[in-house]
């Protein structure tokens, strides 16, 4: 049985193996950090580490490499609008960086709550700001760029495979309703690579072509050479990546290289709320932090998205989330009943049908039902205990921690005091922090202020 993954460029599943035998090579586009994530983007992180952690199970090596988006980023995912942070920052009055730093730390908080595991390298935009001058500089000189008064723009006449990722019928989009808005472009497809800044723009460096910022696309395609070369095997993004991040993205890879840069391209579909989109608008943008205010554990909410196949659109519901907080408790239970047991409950048939499952372009779902028949037997064995905890290096749900361990869950009042609290340090007033913290000591938890964050522990 061969890992096979599915290829958004050829639309088909295809046999995974390691360009170099051995390491996979992997890039996840990382979250913009203006905003604590939303559990659509945890969604899509959950399926890039079930994705690292099926590689590892077939014994290969993984090299991940995550961005973080600290610049760039307009709030129309094309050429228009501000950067998401820097409005922000002028919304809030704050300095970016410090947003930049407390929602990346708060980011981590929670991929670590989730058991996500993190990427072998972490890079951040800003940190290369170099890189991406000189990738543009190459761009203008082998001509697939051009300077216009507002920044440089990627020329996608020169680039006739543009669109072949999302199969863009590009003659029968421009004929229609895009409306450009920048009498500069040659292109409405063109794309910016550096922008000239206004003086307001907080964040902005030196440039052979005045003082700006880069683009949003850009930094991906620095960074990923920078750190996985030429050529590598996976990258990741969720879906909404596809007509234009990831687009953009090849054409640049593939106009500064000349050839392709990577091997397979892999979506995660999105989470829907309550059927639609989440927006800030209709009060529906859930974080970790107001599941865990309804009681509801970060593993209840990886078991949740572990019922759906990553290329699947996943509804949520809080009613969906309680049957997924019921259904994961019964497993936990069941999967520890067989520790230590003698008797004669298969193991080896369901394990090897549960590697087939998630070897085939990782599916999840069905893993997890053959898991449940295995450990729902009534013959208690160690057998199965063993294999339950063995498919659970894929699948990430803490089914082998110690009992003790898995109580440890924090009650929901604990936990959002411990949110309060972090949201006080960010916003650096100590006084409130220190408050939280007595008050904490009192229910019987200790906090304390580490490089990485508020570390916690019962007393
Ligand atoms: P952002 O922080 O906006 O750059 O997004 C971080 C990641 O979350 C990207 O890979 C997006 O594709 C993904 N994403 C955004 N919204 C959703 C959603 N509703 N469901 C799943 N993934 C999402
Ligand atoms: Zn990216």
């Known amino acids: 049985m061969k890992l096979t993954l599915y290829n958004t460029l050829t639309r088909q599943k295809e046999e995974f193996k390691p360009l170099d035998g051995k390491t996979a090579g992997m890039y996840a586009c990382g979250p913009t950090v203006y905003s604590t994530a939303h559990i659509g983007n945890l ?52 300095d970016p960086w410090e947003i930049s730093r407390a929602v990346t730390e708060r980011f981590f908080q929670d991929t670590d709550a989730l058991n996500i595991e993190r990427p072998e390298i972490v890079c951040k935009a800003t940190e290369h700001i170099k890189q991406m001058i000189l990738f543009t500089a190459k761009l203008l000189e082998k001509g697939f760029a051009y300077q216009t008064p507002d920044g440089i723009y990627f020329d996608i006449a020169a680039f006739p495979e543009y669109g072949k990722l999302s199969r863009l019928d590009l003659e029968g989009q421009q004929a229609g309703a895009r409306v450009e808005v920048n009498p500069h472009k040659r292109n409405p497809f063109d794309f910016a690579l550096w922008k000239q800044a206004p003086k307001e723009h907080i964040m902005q460096w030196e440039s052979p072509w005045g003082m700006g910022y880069p683009g949003w696309h850009i930094e991906c395609s620095a960074m990923a050479l920078q750190y996985l070369g030429e050529r590598f095997d996976i990258h990741t993004g969720g879906v909404d990546h596809i007509p234009v991040h990831h687009e ?29 989109k989440m927006s800030k608008s209709l009060g529906n943008v859930y974080t970790l932090a107001d599941l865990a205010e309804r009681g509801f554990s970060p593993m209840h909410f990886r078991y949740f998205c572990a019922n759906a196949h990553y290329r699947s659109k996943l509804n949520f519901t809080w ?15 069941a999967v520890q009943s067989h520790a230590g047991g003698t008797g004669t409950a298969d193991a080896e048939p369901y394990l090897s049908q549960m590697r087939e499952a998630l070897l085939d372009d990782l599916n999840i779902p069905k893993a997890l039902g053959l898991l449940w028949n295995m450990a729902r037997q009534p013959e208690k064995s160690q057998a199965v205990f063993e294999a339950a905890t063995d498919i659970d290096r894929v699948l990430g749900l803490r089914l082998g921690q110690a009992a003790e361990a898995h109580e440890e869950t924090l009650p929901p009042d604990v936990q959002t005091l ?34 990485e964050g508020q570390e916690y522990r019962k007393i």
Not at 44 to 73: P, Q
Not at 254 to 276: A, I, T
Not at 326 to 331: A, G, H, I, K
């Open 319 to 333: 009613e969906g989330l309680e049957a997924a907080k019921t259904s994961y408790e019964r497993l936990f239970s």
């Open 248 to 276: 953009n993205e090849i054409a640049q890879n593939e106009g500064y290289l000349g050839h392709p840069m990577v091997n397979v391209w892999s979506h995660g579909e999105f989470m829907l709320v309550d059927g639609g």
């Open 418 to 451: 411990i949110e309060a609290r972090q949201a006080a340090r960010d916003s650096k007033d100590y006084a409130e922090s220190d408050r939280l913290r007595a008050q904490l000591l009192e229910m019987g938890i200790e906090v304390k202020d580490t490089k």
């Open 43 to 94: 969604r899509t992180y959950l399926f890039v580490d079930w994705l690292r952690r099926a590689i590892k199970f077939e014994n290969y090596s993984v090299n991940h490499v995550m961005n973080i988006t600290d610049v760039g980023h307009l709030t129309d995912d094309a050429d228009e609008g501000e950067d998401k942070l820097q409005k922000v920052a002028q919304e809030q009055r704050l």
